[in-house]
């Protein structure tokens, strides 16, 4: 078994999660040995809707662990309270891990030492703690590399009076942004910046965790050279020592198809991360419809609507005239919702052309041919998910990253439109238009570019392979 021994710490997320468990399983297949620390809560829920377990039990050189939240079982762990996470975090989980890092449990049971801890990029106190014990640090950062970099330009944009800002004057342009001095608006900077002074929480709890980010040895974005390198001129200004090795889920699937493994160790690799049951019917639903011609809509697995947002939404899709794929999350729509109070022209035209499910296999979804267009929060999984297939996005950001990611859709790579701040029937009726009919070819030609280019990223030859080989060949020597 390698002496390199990697602990992966990914942020309790769908997203976050996803991608920290292809990187694991890329960095098994190339022998080095890999703990993967979740949340109780997150391991409980992989273990009753996916096959993780028996996917990694392939892995000898493979073990995962679990540390507590500090929340009880049921906390709703969506964004509007996600505060509380961090809290629970920082209370009970920080002096665990110090705990596990410290008496060396991890070695214990995988016989060798943890070398470099792989956290997520918002936990800090794992840099701490992996200096205590002489162990080097690589971040993972599963925001946008456009959303990092508004985090790392937060004291300036404090000390240029541009942030904090409250709900009015959200057109105003930002201009302590490096490189998005010609689009960027406070609406299109982090949600939390939205606020009328600096003791909101999140901020600076965002604001602590930046500062620490260029202490790490490197710092690995689920990111293609192609697609960020506007943005990547200035964050090696910062941090010199990044990996790009998006998209993960293509990169995976063009590793094992260049550098076939063991067959022992070879798998579908199409295994599911999924923390709810995935709806697969909604698959041989698509099957029905023609070509490019279904909207799909997904809010991601933490971000929750009112009622009225999603009445609005679906009355969009409805009087858009398009068939439509709706994830309704369980708990992610918010107040008196009752099915017996869906109005009648909702249900009708649902029976006919619509589908909803809770949870889907949104990869398989997003690369069906039926699918021509998706209405997103915005979410960086899904936005790379998208670009991946040449998809045109509407975007309806709600938090976090999610505000930057839908500007650099509209107005950098032009594969989409910016609904923001509003979820209006009437808006979302036009952007389903303008992206399946009006203004289709345009964003199709530029999706396409897109696409081409993320794929070629994953190639023996491209960028993201690349920098996949020369972060394990840094994890060897530093281990
Ligand atoms: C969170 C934040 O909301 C987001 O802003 C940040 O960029 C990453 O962390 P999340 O809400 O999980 O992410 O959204 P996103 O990053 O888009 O990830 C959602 C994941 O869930 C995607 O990988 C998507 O494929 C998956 N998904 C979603 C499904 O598998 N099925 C579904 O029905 C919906």
Redesign the pocket.
């Known amino acids: 078994m390698s002496k390199t021994h990697v602990l992966l710490f990914p ?1 309790p ?4 999660v ?2 920290t468990l292809k990187l694991a399983e890329l960095l098994c297949l190339n022998g080095l040995t890999v703990t993967v620390l979740n949340t109780e809560h997150i391991h409980r829920n992989l273990l009753r809707h996916t096959n993780v377990l028996t996917r990694f039990s392939r892995y000898d050189n493979f073990r995962f662990e679990t540390i507590s939240d500090g929340l009880p079982d049921d906390h709703p762990r969506s ?1 509007e309270r996600f505060v509380e996470v961090f809290e629970g975090m920082k209370n009970v989980t920080e002096p665990v891990f110090k705990e596990m890092m410290v008496s060396g449990c991890f070695s214990k049971i995988s016989k060798c030492p943890v070398t470099v801890v792989i956290p997520d990029g918002s936990y800090s106190f794992a840099l701490d703690v992996a200096d205590e014990v002489g162990v080097p640090v690589v971040y993972f950062e ?3 590399p456009c ?1 990092l970099w508004t985090y790392l330009c937060l004291p300036k944009l404090i000390e240029a009076g541009e942030v904090p800002f409250s709900g009015n004057d959200l057109d105003v342009p930002v201009k302590s942004v490096p490189g998005t001095e010609h689009f960027l608006r406070r609406r299109d900077l982090p949600g939390f910046y939205r606020c009328d002074n600096l003791t909101n929480h999140i901020m600076q709890t965002i604001m602590n965790e930046a500062t620490h980010v260029p202490r790490a040895h490197g710092v690995i974005i689920n990111t293609f050279e192609v697609l960020d390198e506007s943005i990547l001129v200035h964050l090696r200004k910062v941090c010199p020592n990044i990996y790009c090795i998006g998209p993960l889920h293509t990169l995976f699937k063009s590793c094992m198809a260049i550098e076939p493994k063991p067959v022992t160790q070879m798998h579908k690799s199409n295994g ?1 991360n ?1 923390l ?1 049951e ?1 709806n697969r019917s909604c698959l041989s639903w698509l099957d029905t419809k023609p070509a490019k011609s279904v909207i799909y809509v ?6 929750i609507m009112t009622v009225d947002q999603f009445f609005e939404i679906w009355h969009g899709l409805v009087n858009s005239g398009k068939p439509f794929l709706i ?1 309704k ?1 369980p708990g992610s729509v918010i107040g008196d919702y009752d099915d017996n109070q869906v109005p009648k022209v909702l249900v009708d035209a649902t029976k006919e052309r619509g589908f909803i ?1 809770k ?5 398989e979804v997003l690369a069906h041919s039926s699918i021509g267009g998706f209405l ?8 790379m ?1 998208s670009i991946v297939e040449g998809v045109p996005m509407i975007c309806w950001p709600l ?4 505000q930057v ?1 839908s500007r650099f859709v509209s107005e950098v790579w032009k594969i989409g439109i910016d609904m923001k701040d509003t979820s209006d029937r009437v808006i979302i009726e036009k952007a389903i238009n303008d992206i399946t009919n009006v203004r289709r070819n345009e964003f199709i030609k530029s999706a396409n570019t897109l696409a081409e280019s993320a794929a070629q990223s994953v190639t023996k030859d491209g960028s993201s392979f690349k920098d996949l080989n020369r972060l394990i060949k840094d994890l060897n020597s530093v281990s």
Do not use: F, K
């Open positions: 942020i997320m769908q997203g976050p996803n991608c964004t599963t925001v946008s959303a599911s999924s709810w995935e997904s809010i991601g697995s933490l971000a994830v999350r499910a949870w889907v296999p949104q990869e997103t929060h915005s979410g960086w999984n899904s936005t998910e938090y976090v990253d999610q990611n």
